[in-house]
């Protein structure tokens, strides 16, 4: 690991918790940039695949790439849901859904605790 998380990351990201909807940093965050795995730092989701669902968490219709995102089923909870997971190093980062409002039909449901967001650069505005 290369940065200590604190204890609620790590309930999110390795005890795959769920931080309490309208809690998390992130939820409202409309700055352009990059959201990246807490724990590895692989970028994950861009701001620009970013939109409001009203559930109270980051929401995402794609990832960046998606072989950096490992999806698995999950029947905890007493639902079947699919977990989503960072690839390059198992941290959990929430589910994804099918019932997205864009053109991909997917909504990424992700903890803010899980991800750590890096502002674009400015455009050159000398
Ligand atoms: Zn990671």
Known sequence: MKKRLTPEQYNVCFLKGTEPPFSGKYTYNKVPGTYACVVCGAEL???DSKFDSKTGW??????IVNKNIAAEDDYSCGMHRI???CANCGSHLGHVF???PTETGKRYCINSLALDFKPRAKPDSK
Not at 58 to 63: A, C, E, G, T
């Open 83 to 85: 977990e989503v997971m």
């Open 58 to 63: 980051p929401s995402f219709d794609r990832p």
């Open 98 to 100: 099918d019932d997205g």
């Open 45 to 47: 989701f861009s701001s």
